[in-house]
């Protein structure tokens, strides 16, 4: 993490790069305005020097903008630079990775007239590399929050010039809200973990199969297989929400391409299940009323009493206030807030500035579950 450890010194003067230093409890936050790209720097006070560091929370690419920021802080500030590890910012960027993506990439800029396939979980990507290899002309999005195994597939993507993945580290129960309704073709769940101490984190549920039947084409497939007896029988009964749907459940069957992880189980005579969910019906687009303003008048004092309330908890989302901090005059007052799923939840910091609140560095992605958490951070916040 990039870093600098420096002398005591006085509070600096806030201009345009720096407009806002803002104190809290423990730690001091510089806000900071780059390149029109805006995040926060830590002042941690040290014995007798101060660390300055990156704020994990709005930490953003290229990772040399925030070191310039550091060196930037340490300029104005006038005092000692004692240690750093910031001076490799004027070397030559590395290209960016051109198949694997961010969320935000496929919230606002993802659109393909191409039919998708998606794997959930690709793994060692044996699989995934074959689907890409085997069916140029779709475009194969693969899921895994390993990221040894993107590193893995991303090295194989280049070494065999494959130009039609996709890859991405997010949870595959809340990707799909991001697809088009009657884009998909194929959706691939093979060997999921099975989670059989704590069910809940299973990918396979009712919702789940949901979305895929709104993304999937007519007689586009869902494919569970797994060698689990216990999540192929969850996953069999989850099959009672869904009796107007062909399906079939079959058992060691053969498939082009094998990993070495089934041939290893076949070769144990272990049972494999293949569960096929057929989609049916033509779904309409989602739309939402995605509005994540904060139209009221705020007043300071009653926002410090606001967030300074118990973690909220209900089945769909949570929300979670964090330390606040504020400006010497008290004309500037941010604080973090943690919220949306519980499996994949959002941090964020909501700045308060002549009685209006932003959130600081831009809305959170638009999903269903951020909206439905944000009228109820209005409620809490009015």
Known sequence: MPHISIEQ???IEVNEVFPFVLKGKQDEKICVNLDNKEFLITKVKKEHKYLMKLDGTTRLTPVSLMKDALNRYAEVSKAKVISSNTNSIYKKLEPEEKYIKTIDYFANDFNTSKEIWVEV??????????QAKQNPDKI??????????????????KLQNIENVLVLNYDARLFLEFLK???????????????????????????????????????????L??????????????????????????????IDITSKYEARWKKQEKTIWDITIYSKDNSDDISYDLDFTFP????????????????????EYLINFESYYETKDGEVLIFKVTFGSFNRPVSKYLLLQNNKIRYFQG????????LIAHKAILEVLQ
Not at 184 to 189: S, T
Not at 296 to 315: G, L, M, Q, R, V
Not at 363 to 370: G, L, Y
Request: contains cysteine; hydrophobic residues 35%.
């Open 9 to 11: 010194h006085n509070d």
């Open 121 to 130: 979980g690709f793994g060692s990507g044996v699989h995934l590399l074959h």
């Open 140 to 157: 194969i999005i693969g899921l895994e929050i390993h990221y040894p195994s993107i590193e893995q597939v991303l090295k194989a993507i």
């Open 181 to 223: 309704s009657n884009s998909v073709g194929r959706v691939f769940v093979h060997f999921p973990v099975p989670w059989d101490k704590k069910p809940h984190r299973r990918v396979m549920s009712v919702e789940f199969i949901e979305e895929c039947m709104r993304v999937l084409k007519i007689d586009g497939t869902l494919e």
């Open 225 to 254: 297989r797994t060698d689990s007896p216990n999540y192929f029988e969850y996953s069999s009964l989850l099959l009672n929400n869904f009796k107007d749907y062909k399906h079939k459940i079959l058992e060691n069957v053969d």
């Open 296 to 315: 009221a008048i705020y007043e300071k004092d009653k926002i410090k009493k606001s967030i300074n309330i118990e973690t909220i908890i209900t089945k």
């Open 363 to 370: 809305e959170p992605i638009k999903t269903k579950i951020n």
